[in-house]
């Protein structure tokens, strides 16, 4: 069963920093893009970073500079480290797998995290 | 970067179909893919590719393209459908940028 499991969420001050981790398991790790998606309370989906099987990086303009994302394949594990954190990254942050094939789309979300920045 | 537009709120009579649009640039380009969000809860995939519906998806979630839009079909409304739905797709610069629709509130009356 494939599941992914965030963690590392809290408050936070206004810029801080913070460090997300999603546990991996049923499946092959190495072998899938992930993603980092966030929501604010009450708003909608918001891509937040990708990491490509080569570890390739993206983000957008909102984050770029702040945050990083990382994986660790021997660990299972996928990280989002989030820098200069500010009041607008307040919201629960998701991890979701890419599936194989030639459609790009999410097969598997996690439950997610809440990050609070605050002071 | 791409935007996808959605219809803010839609509502639809229990048993009655109702019809979900996105619009978008990178929908000329790439198919969307649709989730299904209930309060409190991570968003799930009903609809991705040019129309499939993945394992446990009930036969009345239907998906379909044309140009600049995607439509997202409920046909025969339950009352546990009523939930948030997102569009989401590549963006137009393609590799792994993705944007997402600024989601739709289902209400069965």
């Known amino acids: 069963e494939v599941q992914l499991v965030e963690s590392g969420g809290g408050l936070v001050q206004p810029g801080g920093s913070l460090r997300l981790s999603c546990a991996a398991s049923?499946?092959?790790?190495?072998?899938?893009?992930m993603h980092w998606v966030r929501q604010a309370t009450g708003k909608g989906l918001e891509w937040v970073s990708a990491i490509g099987t080569a570890g390739d990086t993206y983000y957008p303009g909102s984050v770029k500079g702040r945050f990083t994302i990382s994986r660790e394949n021997g660990k299972n594990s996928l990280y989002l480290q989030m820098n200069s954190l500010r009041a607008g990254d307040t919201a629960v942050y998701y991890c979701?797998?890419?599936?194989?094939?030639?459609?790009?789309?999410?097969?598997?979300w996690g439950q997610g995290t809440l990050v609070a920045v605050s002071s | 970067s791409s935007e996808l537009t959605q219809d803010p709120a839609v509502s639809v009579a229990l048993g009655q179909t109702v019809r979900i649009t996105c619009q978008g640039d990178s929908l000329r380009s790439f198919y969307a893919s649709w989730y299904q969000q209930k309060p409190g809860q991570a968003p799930i995939l009903v609809i991705y590719g040019k129309n499939n519906r993945p394992s446990g998806i009930p036969d009345r979630f239907s998906g379909s393209s044309s140009g600049n839009t995607a439509s997202l079909t409920i046909t025969g409304a339950q009352a546990e459908d009523e939930a948030d739905y997102y569009c989401n797709s590549r963006d137009r610069s393609g590799n792994h940028r993705v944007v997402f629709g600024t989601g739709t509130k289902v209400t069965v009356l």
């Open positions: 979701a797998r890419v599936a194989s094939g030639a459609s790009y789309y999410f097969d598997y």
């Open positions: 049923g499946f092959t790790f190495s072998s899938y893009d």
